[in-house]
């Protein structure tokens, strides 16, 4: 299996991928201690994140997995 890409500006990640309703993302930004996703795709029914939102994730609490990891890994 390929390693995972690298996260950079523009890149399509599924955040979250064993949570209940699927959210969908872009990175906006990659520094040294955050990565920052704007949300392109929420699956109905979830009630805390909107298609458009601005997320800032701290790099320690991000895992960056192959698209075969994740349920739903259908990111084109």
């Given at each position: 299996m390929?390693?995972?890409k690298a996260?950079?500006?523009g890149t399509k990640?599924?955040?979250w991928p064993k949570d209940t309703y699927y959210k969908y993302g872009v990175v906006v930004?990659?520094?040294r201690q955050h990565?920052?996703?704007?949300?392109t795709?929420?699956?109905p029914g979830e009630?805390?994140?909107?298609?458009?939102d601005i997320v800032k994730i701290?790099?320690?609490m991000l895992h960056v997995c192959s698209r075969f990891d994740v349920r739903g890994s259908s990111f084109d």
């Amino acid at each position: 299996m390929a390693p995972p890409k690298a996260l950079l500006p523009g890149t399509k990640v599924q955040l979250w991928p064993k949570d209940t309703y699927y959210k969908y993302g872009v990175v906006v930004t990659v520094d040294r201690q955050h990565v920052t996703f704007k949300i392109t795709m929420v699956e109905p029914g979830e009630k805390h994140y909107c298609e458009g939102d601005i997320v800032k994730i701290p790099r320690s609490m991000l895992h960056v997995c192959s698209r075969f990891d994740v349920r739903g890994s259908s990111f084109d």
